[in-house]
């Protein structure tokens, strides 16, 4: 089954996961309002992603119908497609579950209710003062560059600084040469009574639906 117009709306959540990651990894000051921005507009992009999906696969199982002469109803093909998403829910584990369980319920508070609530926690972040910081983020694979104002609430390490060794540099994940470093404001989902990072629980959303995508393309006739 040709799902076209669904794996380019997945194009479309991947694109608002780059922003979330990028307004996540800038300085303190600027976090908030652009990350529940980029967070809200994730939401709605994904939920289309399911939208579109059960859009063109009743379709797709209606016009195969009617080549084989049969008469499919939209109710019909509709319930063919709940067997088939049931089978995909029910084969993930319960983690999963909980996850898509969880972000779904996200969305439609975000557009019916109230924004959806993150954790924020202080994290340091090699800072662009006296490097070039330019990485590939481990959550989304984007590649992250913080503006130029970090350079205002940077702070210098001393390569001698008693307190700041090079093993102290490895343990929190920074990039060899590393002298100047800033805190930005890392966000956190609760999850089936956990807290878990919201960017990379989001590129997990996103991987979920690359694989109901999958099961669809392969299970529906």
Known sequence: MNLEAT?????????????????????????????????SAFLGATYSVGQYLQTEVVRAMRQQARTQVKNLSKQQAGKQYNILFWEWFTDLPPEKQSLWDSL?????????????????????????????????SERSGAHVTPPPLVLLVSHQISPYH????????????????????????????????????????????????????????????
């Open 104 to 136: 779904m319920n996200n969305r439609g508070s975000e557009i019916h209710m109230e924004r959806t609530k993150t954790v924020t926690k202080k994290k340091a972040i090699p800072s662009p003062l006296t490097r070039d910081f330019s990485y590939r």
């Open 7 to 39: 794996r380019d709306k997945l194009e479309e959540a991947r694109f608002f996961l780059r922003y979330l990651d990028e307004a996540q990894n800038r300085p303190q000051s600027q976090t908030q309002t652009p990350f529940r921005y980029h967070l």
């Open 162 to 221: 008693p307190d700041i060794t090079e093993a102290t540099k490895r343990e929190l994940g920074f990039p060899a040469g590393t002298n100047a470093w800033t805190y930005v404001q890392e966000h956190h989902l609760k999850i089936a009574g956990a807290l878990h990072d919201t960017v990379k629980a989001c590129g997990d959303y996103v991987a979920l639906f690359d694989g109901l995508i999958s099961h669809f393309e392969k299970s529906a006739p």
